[in-house]
């Protein structure tokens, strides 16, 4: 394992796009030298139900987890994306916020 990986916001919780933090993003995986070779693995479901940590276990991605020991409450906001370590073809992961989020009043 000599990979790192990059993750970013894409888009905040306010519905904002990261344009800036996206081509950061791209160089520093090299997916323009992908061409058409890699895949996206995107995740979605209800609030607190464990996306994160399910991304983390199976992609050795590093999204923030939720604290049970603090109690429930939002993590992700927005959409968050990251490379898969080690893994072929070049994965990227995307942690889409909880569609039912109770501090939206949803």
């Not at 394992?1 to 993003?25: P, R, T, W, Y």
């Not at 030298?33 to 399910?54: E, F």
């Not at 939002?74 to 080690?86: E, L, P, S, Y």
Request: proline fraction near 2%.
């Amino acid at each position: 394992m000599g990979e790192l990986c990059h993750s970013l916001q894409l888009i905040d919780g306010n519905g904002k796009f990261n344009v800036a933090g996206l081509d950061e993003f791209v160089k520093a995986v090299k997916l323009t030298q992908c061409g058409l070779s890699y895949a996206v693995v995107g995740i979605m479901g209800p609030q607190s139900s464990g996306k994160s940590t399910l991304l983390n276990h199976l992609f050795h991605t590093n999204f923030k987890e939720m604290d049970a020991y603090k109690g429930r409450s939002q993590t992700t906001k927005g959409i968050w994306m990251a490379n898969c370590v080690d893994i072929e073809p070049l994965t990227i992961v995307m942690d889409l916020e909880g569609t039912d989020g109770r501090e939206r009043g949803e």
